[in-house]
């Protein structure tokens, strides 16, 4: 028969395994079996020798108890050597008392007295006992006319001490390689032992290594890493990865540019690179929830947070800044759409009133009407420019007045107000002030005879807002929460979500080395002060004289207040801004 053949697109491959569970195994099999049995070589080893000395030393002791016999030495130089002679009697003795192979008496030429074989007694022994007859005593493993044996030679003395021939005595070395041949089973039963339970913890170890790695292949493992780091920093969302103790695993590029970190922050604390704060406490997982707002530096942040099976997680970073301008944009035109509503049905119902007025042949009443409505409108906006300087920031304050109106809310300056036309970043304040009021706005909306009151007042380089509503007012508690990001008590709107309103102006505020916080106003309603350090250029570095006229006193205030009239509608739409629940 012949062999099947193999399907198509499947070889067999043979030699190493490219699993990781079974190179891990077939290594640590291979390690187990290697050190036992180099522990067994390694014992096996000086037990030989151990063996050997021992039986030397054995065979040494019987021939120094039986060369201290004082009869052995007057029977060797008063007889001669037999086979029954008395020495060989007492050496046929000693040899079955220890279980020698043989006891060899000689005398001192080296003619044996005694032998195992009674042919050899009488004849010159086999070996060399001249350092047995020189008063050594000697251990050695040497062949014989025996075979090999362990032997142990010592002089053989008369009374007075003379040297009158040696005493051999050997024992069978087929005993000492039998002894250790039967310790080897043991030893191996030992060290099978010790290599089955080696391998049944290689085994387990290589499962859960397995587990592991999903029984991946080293290079599945490796074109893994490849793909995860080109991911990691290919991709256009910020990806931080942390370990159970809270330190950042790995950052990917995107993560450091909208974190604000470098590559070193990697290993180290996530609290201690972020300090105190909404995001360390998002990325931490100390507050939980789904697409969580964060601000960090000037960017508006989404979150998402998932836990690892390893105690740490993986975030996400989504940079929401543009949308949120975008959103910013679209409230201030709908801001702008609802001024210009009202002041279309305002002016709708003055026509009304000004035909009537002239059907009933009322002409001179129309005229004081036309009159009086116009210079209602104009003193309002002539109140703002004499008190606001600033173009963009009076132009915001027109158009919130018209829709503030509209709602049946006044707004209003304090008589205190006065802001010269030196701001440092004037779109910065407009989205202070714009915020502010939108929020005093809501709060106020609904309540009978609401008033905003906005001031704005400018202290050296320092410029201070205050806006003071007819709401309800914040409670003591909720003081500090509403400058949190993504807390809010509105519905969110349609391009995305609340809470980050007052976050940024109390972050614009402290990156100015100024603070933002809320108190109880005088009705009862909630006042906002803003402090801005270092808002305004020094006062005469643009040649007013610090209430932003010129030092003609006239023209130049003039001028900035019909600039400011006439910027107000456009202005309005560009720069209204989000309002952001408290």
């Known amino acids: ?8 697109g499947r070889r067999l491959r043979l030699g190493w395994p490219q699993r990781v569970f079974s190179q891990v195994l077939l290594m640590q099999l291979a390690i187990a079996t290697g050190v036992t049995v180099l522990a067994t070589g390694l014992f096996l080893a000086p037990l030989s020798a151990q063996l050997d000395q021992e039986a030397m030393r054995r065979a040494l002791a019987i021939a120094q108890t039986t060369a201290a016999q004082p009869r052995l030495a007057d029977a060797v130089t008063g007889t001669r050597p037999a086979a029954s ?12 008392s220890t279980g020698a192979e043989y006891v060899v008496v000689m005398d001192d030429r080296g003619v044996r007295w005694s032998h195992t074989d009674p042919r050899q007694i009488g004849r010159i022994v086999s070996t060399d006992p001249s350092e047995a007859l020189a008063g050594r005593e000697v251990m050695e493993i040497d062949e014989g006319t025996l075979g090999r044996s362990a032997r142990g030679k010592v002089p053989l003395r008369d009374p007075d001490g003379e040297i009158v021939g040696a005493v051999s005595v050997g024992i069978e070395y087929d005993s000492v390689r039998a002894r250790l041949l039967a310790a080897i089973p043991g030893l191996l039963a030992y060290a099978g032992g010790a290599l089955a339970v080696g391998a049944v913890a ?16 080293f290079s599945d493992i490796s074109a893994l890493l490849a793909e995860r780091e080109a ?11 942390l370990d159970a ?22 290993g180290r604390p996530l609290d201690e690179v972020l300090g105190e704060g909404r995001t360390a406490d998002v990325l931490a997982g100390r507050v939980t929830g789904d697409d969580l707002l964060t601000v960090r530096g000037h960017r508006v942040l989404v979150t998402n947070r998932m836990p690892t099976d390893d105690g740490g997680a993986v975030a996400t970073l989504r940079d929401r ?30 026509m009304h009133t000004l035909l009537g007025l002239l059907e009933l042949g009322m002409h001179e009443e129309a005229v004081r009407f036309v009159t009086e409505v116009a210079g209602v409108r104009r003193a309002t ?12 920031l009076a132009a915001l304050l027109v158009g919130k007045a018209t829709v503030a109106a509209e709602r049946g809310v006044a707004l209003r300056l304090s008589d205190a107000t006065l802001l010269p036309d030196r701001l ?50 914040v409670p003591a508690e909720r003081r500090e929460l509403v400058f949190t990001e993504g807390w809010s008590t509105k519905e969110p709107p349609a391009h995305g979500k609340r809470g980050l309103g007052l976050a940024m102006v109390r972050r614009l505020a402290e990156r100015q080395g100024g603070s933002a916080r809320v108190g109880e106003g005088a009705e009862g309603g909630a006042e906002f002060t803003v402090v801005l350090p270092e808002a305004l250029t020094d006062a005469g570095l643009d040649g007013t004289d610090g209430d932003g006229t010129g030092s003609d006193g006239g023209e130049s205030g003039a001028a900035g207040a019909g600039g400011a009239r006439a910027a107000a509608p456009a202005d309005a739409a560009a720069l209204g801004s989000a309002g952001e629940a408290r």
């Open 1 to 8: 028969m012949s062999a099947a053949p193999t399907a198509p």
């Open 245 to 266: 103790g809270g330190r950042i695993r790995l950052m990917n590029d995107e993560a450091q540019r909208l974190l604000g970190l470098g590559a070193q922050a990697t």
């Open 424 to 473: 440092v970043d004037p779109r910065g304040l407009v989205t202070v002030v714009g915020n502010l009021v939108d929020n005093a706005l809501d709060a106020s909306a609904g309540s009978p005879d609401a008033v905003i009151e906005v001031e704005l007042l400018a202290r050296g380089r320092t410029a201070v807002l205050r806006v003071t509503d007819g709401g309800p007012g």
């Open 321 to 350: 800044t543009e949308l949120e301008r975008l959103g910013r944009e679209l409230d201030s035109t709908r801001g702008l759409i609802d001024a210009l509503r009202a002041q279309d049905h305002e002016h709708a119902n003055r």
């Open 85 to 96: 002679g008395p020495v060989q009697a007492e050496a046929d003795r000693v040899r079955r």
């Open 231 to 241: 991911m990691l920093h290919g991709i256009r969302e910020g990806v931080v990865a």
């Open 202 to 217: 290689a085994y387990l170890i290589s499962r859960r290594l397995q587990r592991q790695t999903h029984d991946l292949a």
């Open 381 to 392: 906006a002539e109140q703002i420019t004499e008190k606001i300087h600033d173009p963009m």
